[in-house]
């Protein structure tokens, strides 16, 4: 006999058969990831259809593998306050490719799809005000993309005698060094570590 979820599970997936690639139950939450083009399609139902009755965006976040061609997971995540049931959904895109915003579904997703914009790079038609909203204005890539480095490209700092904030490239000072990795406290133990060879033992009977 089935859970309530397996069963909302199997309902789901027959309704929207023509939008599911891949149905599953993880972590006692339903995760559906459904192709692009039938994304915002398969979204209204979830909020319309009486069974389902997801009222709530909770989030929209992202995921970024850049080793596969469609190389970004849209994920997002809705909530069911009368029924008490959660689900996720996933689509995902390229660099180039836009996803349809749900901004007409639930308003709140237009904070959502701007910050994964902004972080990604994942363009949403339909939304009107697609702007940055983490970063600072004329910030120039999408930091949690893999391929981002962690350093960044421009630093801001306080110039004092221009009297205001200025960017500039990022200048790592610090030279490199070659370190090897061993424990400074020699000889507290008794038995010898790697780079115990350091230390400078006593000879036998000095005090």
């Not at 469609?70 to 390229?94: A, C, G």
């Not at 400074?184 to 010898?192: A, K, L, Y």
Request: proline share 5%; glycine share 6%; aromatic share 12%.
């Amino acid at each position: 006999m089935s859970t309530p979820l397996e069963g909302l599970l199997e309902y789901v997936a027959a309704r929207q058969k023509d939008a599911v690639v891949k149905s599953e139950i993880a972590l006692g939450e339903l995760v559906f990831t459904v192709k692009r083009e039938k994304a915002h399609e398969f979204i209204a139902f979830l909020k319309a259809d009486e069974k389902c009755a997801f009222q709530q965006l909770a989030s929209l976040c992202g995921a970024d593998y850049p080793e596969r061609v469609q190389r970004f997971d849209v994920i997002y995540n809705f909530l069911s306050l009368t029924l008490n049931h959660r689900i996720r959904v996933i689509v995902q895109t390229d660099e180039k490719t836009h996803v349809d915003s749900i901004i007409d579904l639930y308003p709140a997703a237009g904070w959502f799809e701007r910050e994964m914009w902004d972080m990604y790079g994942v363009e949403f038609d339909g939304n009107p005000d697609l702007r940055r909203i983490l970063t600072d204005y004329g910030f120039e890539g999408h930091p949690l993309r893999k391929d981002f480095p962690l350093t960044g490209f421009v630093e801001l700092r306080y110039d004092n005698e221009k009297g205001r904030i200025v960017t500039e490239p990022v200048k790592l000072m610090q030279d490199y060094r070659n370190f090897d990795f061993v424990s400074p406290w020699e000889g507290m133990t008794g038995v010898q570590l790697p780079g115990d060879e350091k230390a400078v033992k006593p000879k036998a009977g000095a005090k």
